[in-house]
């Protein structure tokens, strides 16, 4: 069942955090932060509250929210969103040597960035997701972790869309 906004400007501060600090991948922070300016006049405003306190945060606050993304065609546990999110773009359906090159290609970008490729991979699929990743490898430092913030922005919309209703019910 999806939440309301109505639902969410009526929440504790660790209900909020319960429920919505999920969408940035094990970082509960960023909702905790962001609850300082609840109630929230809509879901809109709500997901640019939190974007803002994701990049006011201290870098190494940034740089451990992006250590918490798993590897992208990874067979390891990961979140159950983060699960989804890739079985959709068909990384849980790699073959054998599919998955040898994205194990690859995520080993050399984590030797190069110290966090893992991130890409919101909703409506994307494996070959795309590929390219950006052997495109991206090749990025500076700097360039390469504003990328990576901006993919989170996104998977975090897409996550907040998913579980809350812009539409307050009338009972």
């Known amino acids: 069942m999806n939440l309301t906004m109505k639902d969410v400007n ?8 319960d ?15 962001s609850w300082e300016l609840h109630p929230f006049s809509n879901l809109a405003r709500m997901y640019e509250v939190m974007i803002q306190k994701m990049y006011e945060a201290e870098d190494s606050l940034k740089l451990s929210l992006l250590r918490a993304h798993p590897d992208l065609g990874t067979k390891l546990e990961i ?5 989804n999110e ?64 901006k993919e989170v922005s996104k998977i975090a919309k897409f996550r907040l869309w998913d579980k809350i209703d812009e539409q307050v019910k009338t009972h």
């Not at 009526?10 to 955090?17: D, H, N, Y």
């Not at 979140?79 to 699960?83: A, D, V």
């Open 86 to 149: 890739q079985m959709n773009a068909g990384l849980s359906q790699l073959t054998e040597e599919e998955y040898k090159e994205f194990s690859s290609m995520n080993q050399r970008y984590i030797e190069k960035f110290s966090f893992p490729f991130i890409m919101a991979v909703k409506g994307q699929n494996k070959t795309k997701i590929k390219a950006c990743m052997e495109q991206r490898v090749e990025n500076r430092y700097d360039l390469e972790f504003k990328t990576a913030l």
């Open 79 to 83: 979140s159950e969103s983060s699960q």
């Open 10 to 17: 009526t929440m504790s501060k660790q209900e909020f955090v």
């Open 19 to 33: 429920s919505v600090g999920s969408v940035f991948e094990h970082s509960p922070w960023v909702a905790e932060h």
